[in-house]
């Protein structure tokens, strides 16, 4: 007796069809699985049987050979539990065969009841660009494939109900559409809270308006972790191809929960200073997402940036400049997405007031040196703003302005935002911080004194390429701000203020 039923693998953020076929014959007792399955595929026998028992079917005495086509693709996970023992009643004839095109996924504990997967987002996308019509998910997973449309969700809590649907008896219903909603602020940290920090806040809403990455530096009580942590509230909304490609990342790390089936607010992410290299680029035998996956399309807040590792800030370099990280195993290649804005913060030195106005800084020539020098030059020029924070002055602590909220900035910011829009309405990119190299000098025009200004900053500065191009990224971004298609010599001329802090303190 011959079966075959659809299902559905993942390996990392890919998604691959899987066949899963089964002969059950004549012959010595024995329940198979083949088809490059990994441990926890072949341990899918035992839990199979016990479901079966459950559901008071007992496992046919007989050869159960399943295989699991394309046999050439690594089969991971508990994934294909569902689809297996529907292969098994199937061939058995215990129930009648599906009358259109579906796929199965879930993992089955040996109660029978359904347990919820990771990734089940990217799976169901495939699914339906594959011409599948309808997919079983355990009822855990059910409101985050929803999300998809074009293709029908039935949520299953037990196997009992699955073969009830198929018998006739009691038919399960498919999920309505799970429409995202839209996402809210109030309960975001706000910048009115901060004292101050003019300067600061002004580059932060540039860099927010651009999807800029800025560097905080300045001494310990400063407000620079309190300004990062409020950028979340002045970041313009996720469009929903933005939030299903956040929601995949999300989704094969385990993020999700069926109250917040979709990702609706730009991410902020701020791993602590001792995490690994594979934590914050991702890695491991079957390749996960890291911090800097993790935050797609959101924020990146890396504190204490100079107590990092090296050679994990090193690695860096590569994935901000592609907007992707490769992860290469033996069992093949990953390529997850990190669209990431970065922020950074960090100390002058050591004891944290070196350059301090009115503290005197007790490190060492060498220790400073020591500690600016954990940032290196490659990693420094790839921030497009250099941000010193200053001391909080008593007169702006104690003062009964009320600070600009947050509400007031993120208008700005999202003003900003659908001018790149209308401008790059035909490119692949949509921020001004991504404006490619062939496009720069089109995107960017300037008048006369703005050209004059960033030719004597390029020469006086010996600036790099790469720094060419940021700083007329920057000003394109603050002439936006302004509602002006010219760059103006104001606009250069803050967009170079931004970059002096390596002379100030890593050229001492």
């Known amino acids: ?45 035992e839990r199979i049987r016990a479901a079966l028992r459950s559901c008071s079917i007992e496992f046919p005495v007989a050869s159960v050979m399943v295989n699991l086509a394309p046999a050439d693709t690594k089969k991971s996970g508990s994934v294909h539990d569902m689809a297996i023992f529907m292969a098994v009643l199937l061939a058995m004839r215990l129930i009648e065969r599906p009358q259109e095109e579906c796929a199965f996924i879930g993992e089955l504990s040996l109660n029978g009841d359904l347990r919820p997967l990771n990734g ?55 999920r309505e559409h799970f429409t995202p909603p839209e996402a809210a602020y109030n309960e975001t940290l706000d910048f009115a809270d901060v004292r101050g920090q003019q300067f600061a806040k002004r580059a932060l809403e540039i860099a927010a308006a651009g999807g800029h990455n800025a560097l905080l530096i300045g001494s310990p009580g400063s407000g620079k972790s309190m300004l990062a942590k409020r950028m979340p509230s002045i970041l313009p909304p996720l469009t929903f191809e933005e939030a299903l490609e956040t929601t995949n990342v999300h989704s094969i790390s385990g993020m999700l929960s069926p109250e917040n089936p979709i990702v609706t607010k730009r991410p902020f992410r701020a791993p602590h200073h001792t995490i690994s290299a594979s934590g914050l680029i991702g890695g491991g035998s079957i390749p996960r997402p890291g ?38 195993r033996a069992a093949g290649s990953v390529t997850y997405p990190c669209n990431i804005m970065l922020i950074g ?14 503290r005197k800084c007790i490190c060492s020539q060498n220790k400073v040196r020591s500690y600016l020098s954990k940032i290196s030059g490659p990693l420094l ?28 900035i993120r208008k700005r ?40 200004i960033l030719k004597s900053a390029f020469d006086k500065l010996g600036l790099s390429a790469r720094a060419y191009d940021r ?18 010599r104001q606009h250069i001329a803050a967009a170079v203020q931004y970059r002096s802090l390596d002379r100030k303190y890593w050229m001492e």
């Open 1 to 45: 007796m011959f079966a075959k039923v659809r299902s559905l693998g993942l390996f990392g953020l890919n998604a691959f069809p899987v066949d899963v076929e089964i002969d059950i014959s004549r012959g010595n007792p024995q329940f198979e699985i083949v088809g490059l399955p990994d441990a926890t595929v072949k341990e899918s026998r």
């Open 120 to 174: 089940v987002l990217p799976m169901v996308i495939l699914a339906r660009d594959k011409g599948i019509k309808s997919v079983f998910v355990p009822e855990e997973n059910a409101a985050e494939a929803s999300v998809i449309t074009g293709i029908d969700i039935y949520p299953v809590s037990t196997a009992e109900q699955l073969i009830r649907h198929f018998r006739g008896t009691e038919l399960l219903t498919k």
């Open 291 to 328: 911090e800097i996956s993790l935050a797609h399309n959101g924020l990146l807040f890396l504190d204490e940036l100079a107590e990092f590792d090296r050679h994990t800030l090193e690695m860096f370099r590569q994935p901000l400049e592609d907007r992707q990280v490769t992860i290469v």
């Open 345 to 358: 913060a960090m100390n002058p030195c050591p004891c944290g007031y070196y350059g301090h106005p009115k």
């Open 381 to 408: 020029d790839r921030f497009d703003l250099h941000i010193e924070v200053a001391p909080v002055e008593f007169a702006d602590l104690t003062s009964d302005v009320r600070e600009e909220p947050s509400s007031e």
């Open 413 to 452: 910011v999202i003003a900003a935002q659908k001018i790149q829009e209308e401008r790059f309405r035909d490119s692949t990119f949509k921020r001004n911080a991504l404006i490619t190299a062939d496009k720069l000098q089109e995107m960017c025009p300037m008048d006369d004194g703005a050209s004059k």
């Open 471 to 488: 700083i007329l990224k920057v000003s394109r971004t603050i002439a936006d701000l302004d509602g002006c298609e010219v760059i103006s």
